[in-house]
């Protein structure tokens, strides 16, 4: 006899449903993305609205990418140990107030120090969104999965100039960060019902010791790099102050070894491909920094773009990043990292490489093949990098490796910034009085104007108001075939940079999923234990 009886159906959950777990992560990235991307937009403004100078507005950025370089790893270690949820979710309120307080404040000094809180909120955001993916995507599907989340935060970035730069013309530059607000608000309201709280399987006392010894030794080493553009990498202080960093960080790897609680458990890097990977991501950030920060100096200080102009030119770089994700993802799927991470390294080497012919005249044919490989390029190491970092790392420590990989991507942007910054510096030091010789400028003119390199280095030209047109002619000539030899050396240094990266991908395998079934993870409110 048949059953007759209608079967209740019970709609799924939203914390069943993985999708609305990327959907929510995916917001924090965007909402981080876009903040950091618009920064660069609204600097001039803020310094004219601020009285600020230059000093101040370069603070503003690195108060945020310093806080946020040396608590990315601890920020993952408390999502593990009180629930990635729950530090997910404080990480989007905190950054949410502290970008609206960011708009109200009305001092630069204020401005500065929020930032800094703010990227402290955002290290509490960032590593556990990769954990958080982790805890409910098998293994076979969370490379799809951080595909996406590479093309959310490429998106955002992407978006950033362009909206921020309407925002900042049309409304305000405190606009822009008050755009987090509402994303922040969303981002809230959707994870309080639909995350999965998820942590460490044993609860244990905190690594003090181990999270004081890190954030100082970190925090020495990067302010240094920061620094030593004006300071000079051969000074006492940046020498003395890189050494004491490197020498707390030798104190926080004895630490680990001796404590049962390590901040972070150093037998993550005894798997050969999470310490390449997170190696490969450090250089293909140095590669990408050094590329966008300098070309985006070429099409503004040269070209005379504006910044959303100079954002639209760099937009095939944005765009095929975010369209790369998901190509990266199933390569990776087939193939395992190797393959992306190799060919995407060595196609944005070829672009770097192609960028050392660049000319002072140069149309924007020669710049937008060059934007397609390296979007390409760092879009399939990304997805393919994370993968390999976050699916060779047991399910308990996937916070702590979030945390990593994002140190290392702040750490890859510090050193790109700074070292090509260097690079380019000296290169016009030594070849700005040939340059303005050659260019016309008389000989007496020209040597009161070599002690200019600050200035030859963003672009720009040492003129005042009382040179003849002739004389502002040859100047601009003479300043910008500096500039183009110093962004020639750093685009083949970047390029060199890339390559070394490339020789390691083969290297590189997939996860074998330990940890992500079967791994006595606590997924609490209806996830599996």
């Keep these: 006899m048949i059953d007759a009886t209608p079967a209740t159906y019970s709609p799924p959950r939203l914390r069943d449903q993985p999708w609305m777990t990327l959907v929510i992560v995916a917001m924090g990235v965007i909402m981080v993305g876009i903040d950091g991307s618009v920064v660069a937009v609204a600097n001039p403004y803020i310094g004219r609205d601020l009285h600020?100078?230059?000093?101040?507005?370069?603070?503003?950025?690195?108060?945020?990418?310093?806080?946020?370089?040396?608590?990315?790893?601890?920020?993952?270690?408390?999502?593990?140990?009180?629930?990635?949820?729950?530090?997910?979710?404080?990480?989007v309120i905190g950054f949410s107030i502290a970008s609206l307080a960011i708009g109200l404040v009305g001092t630069i000094d204020g401005v500065i120090l929020l930032r800094g809180v703010q990227g402290a909120f955002g290290a509490l955001l960032l590593p556990n969104t990769l954990a958080l993916l982790r805890a409910v995507y098998t293994p076979e599907d969370l490379n799809r999965a951080v595909g996406i989340w590479v093309s959310a935060s490429a998106t955002a970035t992407a978006a950033g100039p362009i909206v921020g730069g309407f925002f900042v013309e049309h409304i305000s530059w405190q606009s822009v960060f008050f755009?987090?607000?509402?994303?922040?608000?969303?981002?809230?309201?959707?994870?309080?019902?639909?995350?999965?709280?998820?942590?460490?399987?044993?609860?244990?006392?905190?690594?003090?010791?181990?999270?004081?010894?890190?954030?100082l030794g970190l925090l020495a080493v990067v302010y240094a790099l920061v620094k030593a553009q004006s300071w000079g990498w051969g000074s006492a202080r940046t020498i003395g102050l890189i050494a004491l960093g490197l020498v707390l960080l030798v104190v926080f790897t004895a630490i680990e070894r001796k404590t049962t609680n390590a901040l972070v458990p150093l037998g993550i890097f005894q798997d050969r491909s999470v310490s390449l990977s997170i190696v490969i991501v450090l250089l293909n950030f140095f590669a990408l920094f050094g590329v966008l920060f300098f070309v985006g100096l070429y099409l503004q200080s040269v070209h005379g773009y504006s910044p959303v102009a100079a954002g639209v030119r760099v937009l095939p770089l944005t765009i095929t990043f975010a369209l790369s994700s998901n190509l990266g993802a199933r390569l990776t799927d087939r193939f395992g990292p190797w393959l992306p991470i190799t060919v995407g390294l060595l196609a944005t080497a070829?672009?770097?490489?192609?960028?050392?012919?660049?000319?002072?005249?140069?149309?924007?044919?020669?710049?937008?093949?060059?934007?397609?490989?390296?979007?390409?390029?760092?879009?399939?190491?990304?997805?393919?990098?994370?993968?390999?970092?976050?699916?060779?790392?047991?399910?308990?420590?996937?916070?702590?490796?979030?945390?990593i990989q994002g140190t290392a991507i702040q750490l890859g942007g510090v050193l790109g910034t700074a070292v090509c910054g260097s690079i380019?510096?000296?290169?016009?030091?030594?070849?700005?009085?040939?340059?303005?010789?050659?260019?016309?400028?008389?000989?007496?003119t020209a040597h009161r104007l070599v002690h200019a390199t600050a200035t030859v280095s963003q672009g720009l030209a040492p003129i005042t108001g009382s040179d003849s047109r002739a004389l502002v002619d040859a100047i601009t000539r003479g300043s910008h075939a500096a500039f183009m030899n110093g962004l020639h050396l750093t685009m083949m240094v970047a390029g060199v940079v890339a390559l070394v990266g490339a020789a390691m991908g083969p290297f590189i395998r997939r996860g074998s999923g330990a940890g992500a079934e079967g791994v006595p993870g606590e997924y609490v409110g209806g996830g599996r234990r």
Aim: glycine fraction near 14%; charged fraction near 10%.
């Design 350 to 403: 070829a672009a770097l490489l192609s960028l050392t012919t660049l000319q002072v005249d140069s149309p924007y044919i020669h710049l937008w093949p060059a934007f397609v490989l390296i979007g390409l390029g760092i879009g399939l190491v990304v997805t393919a990098a994370t993968d390999a970092i976050v699916g060779n790392t047991p399910v308990d420590e996937a916070g702590v490796a979030g945390g």
């Design 52 to 91: 600020a100078s230059l000093a101040d507005l370069q603070w503003v950025t690195n108060a945020y990418l310093l806080v946020i370089a040396v608590t990315l790893i601890l920020g993952g270690k408390l999502g593990d140990h009180f629930g990635r949820r729950r530090v997910f979710l404080i990480g």
């Design 179 to 215: 755009i987090n607000v509402p994303v922040g608000v969303a981002t809230v309201g959707l994870g309080i019902f639909a995350l999965l709280e998820s942590r460490e399987s044993e609860r244990h006392r905190f690594d003090i010791p181990g999270v004081v010894t890190l954030a």
């Design 424 to 444: 380019l510096g000296a290169k016009v030091a030594g070849v700005l009085l040939g340059d303005l010789l050659a260019s016309g400028v008389p000989p007496a």
